[in-house]
């Protein structure tokens, strides 16, 4: 047994670490670790900064311009740019729509829309569920009807992650309502300029605009947009969701933000003593620390298993059930610690004159916004049915 | 990156397991597990001419292994089957015999002929290695042991204990041959045993063996999560099963989902001890081990009650019951917590590192 990386793995760690010190931009970097939303313009200029390097469609094969990475590099990678505070780049297009395209679109549509990923010309959002379709995705009923050489689209989508910066979207939509629910399904690209497209932003219980809802009124989409075949649409969307766990375990933000609980624990007096030093808080941080701990191994064993690093049913749900658990865990622990000087929230937090530091002051509304993580991808319910699923088969 | 075991480990936890299928049925262990001397000697005998023991020390100690991935898969086996041999005892007064250079002894406990066991703890100071109170002192050219151990696992039986005592050196180790020891079945079978010493005659082997003690006692606790890893996994096995065969309501109680996502939570339970154990077994020997073994055994205390726990319920009446295999599994898991320290014990580990915690001593 070898838990090590090997020497070309921790070459690439270190090639990854000095780009990252030498490359992200400070402000960037700083609204990452104050928990602040990121504004487009931001997202843009650190793609441009990875595009130059070749390392944006990190799980794109190098025939379509992916840096051809091992799952273990992708690991790699994105537990460092966790570590120093990089944004996550948003999975839209790059790890959702860009696989799909590869496997199930035409020609002409690889061509066309996959460079425009890459270099940020297009930012794709994703359009699966609706109010009555959540984690239940086969009960859709956006419908897309045939008339000529166009689909007639209506309906609604919500939980558009992003929309607001997009101007294009993939939209699970029904083309057949006579077949059984999954039967039915097609996958569809859309201009969000098309006429009777309209997105509205969803406010959330943090205060951010971080999701939208779209509305669809007689909106005519291209049949040339269609992805795959009609009807073949769950069959994509299955596949699109085993994409969309990769790095789902978290370990680099788990890893960062235990780190800055230990930092806030050696600096913040309760009860007369430091935070460190009481055994409470110091116990709860060491099961957890123990559980991390567990889960990266859990995770490079389960990365070990899947050769191409596109996770099974079965491991990315266990990864996904843990590393979440944890993470909320994580984001109590360190709203907890903060006792008062969690409550405020401070509009520009780079130029705040609160005496409380700006990475405390974003504390609860970082805890409130995490609470997605258990409900969105598959809410974690969900990922207990896969489970089980396999666990009781036959 | 390779978590697969190497051809040496597949071919041992191969032979281990189908060896304790076809020979160690629950009845079978758990008529042994519960009468004198707690264990079964032919059962001893066998595992030993499989290599069992020789796993534990090095080739230049005498045995065939020694590392803590030989111990942990070997402990896996153990825990799968639920055995109740005093492999624990061995393993840790093996490694100190084989650390003293004792090859005579050594060589007779590898072939199965004569057994060990450690007498670390004392009454009421549980796995404290600061506070033993047991003393040794020189008469002469013989030694005498004042004092009291409890707990002393696998002893039942044990040709040879190993006890540690102060000395003014520091903490000792020394052989006592077939000394009188009190016995008892544990709750999960297996035996214990008691030891009033009262000038009891010893042979020294180290009178300061501070350090030898707690990697013994650091890869005792890789064994016991290595157990537990195979023992849970068995349990939840059991526990599937019965779940499809088990009708309420016009089905099988596996179809509830409310009872599904319980499972699931065990078996992310499961996942998450096998792989704290892989990297307590990784960083045996490193300066990283002590930290590393109490993760690994917090987090088996805590993954092993829960396991335990939800198996029994999941189980309804059953689970309760003497009859049912699974309820020993149950009991094992949470006992283990209960040996070498516990949860909580190692939680303190993990917070105070234990170059601090054993400064001045």
């Known amino acids: ?394 | 990156m390779d978590f697969n075991l190497s051809e040496d480990h597949q071919m041992l936890s191969d032979t281990l397991r189908r060896f304790l299928a076809d020979n160690y049925e629950i009845e079978t262990r758990n008529e042994a597990a519960y009468t004198a001397p707690y264990h079964s000697p032919e059962m001893w005998e066998s595992l030993a001419g499989l290599g069992t023991v020789g796993a534990f020390i090095t080739e230049e100690t005498g045995g065939f292994g020694g590392t803590a991935e030989d111990v942990s898969v070997v402990f896996e086996e153990m825990g799968r089957a639920l055995s109740a041999e005093p492999m624990l005892g061995a393993l840790m007064g093996l490694r100190l015999l084989a650390d003293f250079g004792q090859d005579k002894i050594v060589e007779a406990i590898v072939g199965g002929e004569a057994r060990c066991a450690l007498a670390v703890y004392e009454p009421r100071v549980a796995f404290d290695l600061d506070h033993i109170e047991a003393t040794a002192r020189q008469d002469g050219d013989q030694w005498k042991l004042q004092g009291r151990k409890s707990a002393i696992y696998g002893a039942p039986g044990a040709d040879h204990v190993l006890v540690v005592a102060r000395t003014d050196q520091g903490l000792g180790v020394f052989l006592t041959t077939t000394p009188p020891l009190i016995s008892a079945a544990m709750i999960d079978g297996g035996g214990i045993a008691d030891l009033v010493m009262d000038d009891l005659a010893a042979e020294c082997l180290s009178a300061d063996a501070r350090t030898q003690i707690e990697d013994a006692l650091d890869l005792g606790r890789i064994a016991l999560c290595a157990e537990a890893v195979g023992a849970a996994s068995h349990l939840i096995d059991l526990t599937v099963d019965y779940m499809k065969q088990r009708q309420q309501f016009g089905r099988s109680i596996s179809s509830f989902q409310a009872l599904q996502h319980r499972v699931v939570d065990m078996l992310v339970d499961l996942e998450q001890a096998r792989s704290i154990t892989i990297a307590a077994v990784a960083a045996f020997g490193t300066p990283d081990q002590a930290r590393k073994v109490s993760m690994a055994k917090n987090l088996i205390g805590r993954a092993g009650r829960h396991i335990s726990e939800e198996a029994i319920q999941l189980h309804g009446g059953i689970g309760m019951t003497w009859e049912y295999p699974g309820a020993h599994y149950a009991k094992r898991l949470v006992m283990i917590d209960h040996q070498l320290g516990d949860r909580t014990d190692h939680l303190q580990r993990i917070i105070l590192p234990t170059d601090e915690a054993s400064d001045g001593q």
């Open chain 1, 1 to 394: 047994m070898d838990l090590e990386f090997t020497e070309e793995e921790l070459a690439f760690r270190d090639e990854v670490r000095s780009f990252l010190k030498a490359k992200l931009p400070a402000d960037v970097a700083q609204a990452v670790a104050y928990g602040k939303e990121l504004e487009k313009e931001q997202i843009l200029r650190w793609q441009a900064i990875l595009n130059e390097k070749g390392w944006v469609a990190t799980t794109w094969p190098k025939e379509y311009g992916g840096p051809g990475w091992t799952a273990v590099e992708r690991h790699i990678f994105s537990e460092e740019c966790a570590l120093n505070n990089a944004p996550r780049m948003p999975p839209f297009g790059l790890n959702m729509l860009g696989p799909v395209l590869i496997k199930f679109g035409s020609e002409q549509q690889k061509a066309e829309i996959l460079p425009r990923i890459i270099d940020g010309t297009d930012w794709w959002c994703q359009g699966y569920s609706e109010p009555g379709a959540g984690s239940d995705l086969a009960s859709l009923k956006t419908k897309a009807v045939r008339d000529g050489d166009d689909y007639i689209v209506n309906g609604q989508k919500t939980w558009t992650t992003l929309g607001q910066h997009a101007n294009k979207i993939f939209c699970l939509v029904r083309t057949d309502s006579e077949v059984k629910p999954q039967a039915g399904i097609s996958f569809l690209l859309v201009d969000l300029d098309t006429p009777g497209v309209e997105m509205r932003p969803i406010r959330l219980l943090d205060g951010g605009y971080e999701v939208n809802e779209v509305f669809f009124t007689d909106a005519r989409v291209p049949v040339a947009n269609l992805v795959g075949e009609e009807n073949q649409g769950w069959t994509i969307a299955k596949y699109l969701l085993t994409h969309e766990r990769t790095n789902i375990a978290g370990i680099g933000f788990s890893t960062k933000d235990l780190e800055r609980f230990h930092e806030l624990a050696g600096e913040v007096i309760r009860d007369g003593r430091l935070i460190a030093d009481n055994p409470a808080y110091a116990a709860r941080a060491a099961e957890l620390e123990a559980d991390l701990e567990a889960l990266r191994i859990t995770n490079l064993r389960m990365l070990a298993k899947t050769k191409d690093g596109a996770a099974g049913g079965v491991e990315s749900s266990l990864l996904k059930l843990k590393g979440t658990q944890i993470r909320q865990e994580l984001q109590d622990l360190y709203r907890s610690a903060l006792g008062p000087e969690a409550a405020p929230v401070a509009d520009d937090l780079s130029e705040n004159e609160l005496t409380i530091p700006p990475e405390s002051a974003r504390a609860a509304p970082v805890y409130f916004n995490h609470r997605k993580l258990s409900i969105f991808g598959g809410a974690n319910e969900i990922q207990r049915n896969i489970v089980a699923k396999e666990l009781f088969r036959g």
